[in-house]
Nanobody
Framework: QVQLVESGGGSVQAGGSLRLSCVVSGYISSSYCMAWFRQAPGKEREGVAD???????SYRDSVKGRFTISKDNTKNTLYLQMNSLKPEDTAMYYC?????????????????WGQGTQVTVSS
């Protein structure tokens, strides 16, 4: 049974940093796309960043230069380093995974999701 468990959320002031982690268990694959999504109250879920097993990463424009996605394959853990946080980054953050592709552009729908971790940024 595949499980994705996020951690690392919290409350910070604007300009601060947080590092989110997502531990994957129950499945190990050399092919994957893993991603971070977020959803703020009253808003639709949006993709934040993704990384494929080929090594390519992508980010939404509003986080480019501030967030960094990475994966430690030895620990089967996905990370999201978030710097220079802004109040508009406040949301529930979720990690998601697909283990059938190497390129994230090939993902239709992510099959696995974590339970989320809350990030709150105050001004």
């Amino acid at each position: 049974q595949v499980q994705l468990v996020e951690s690392g959320g919290g409350s910070v002031q604007a300009g601060g940093s947080l590092r989110l982690s997502c531990v994957v268990s129950g499945y190990i694959s050399s092919s994957y796309c893993m991603a971070w999504f977020r959803q703020a109250p009253g808003k639709e879920r949006e993709g934040v960043a993704d990384i494929g097993s080929i090594g390519r990463t992508s980010y939404r424009d509003s986080v480019k230069g501030r967030f960094t996605i990475s994966k430690d394959n030895t620990k089967n853990t996905l990370y999201l380093q978030m710097n220079s946080l802004k109040p508009e980054d406040t949301a529930m953050y979720y990690c998601a995974a697909d283990f059938t592709v190497r390129w994230c552009v090939a993902v239709g729908t992510f099959g696995y999701w974590g339970q989320g971790t809350q990030v709150t940024v105050s001004s």
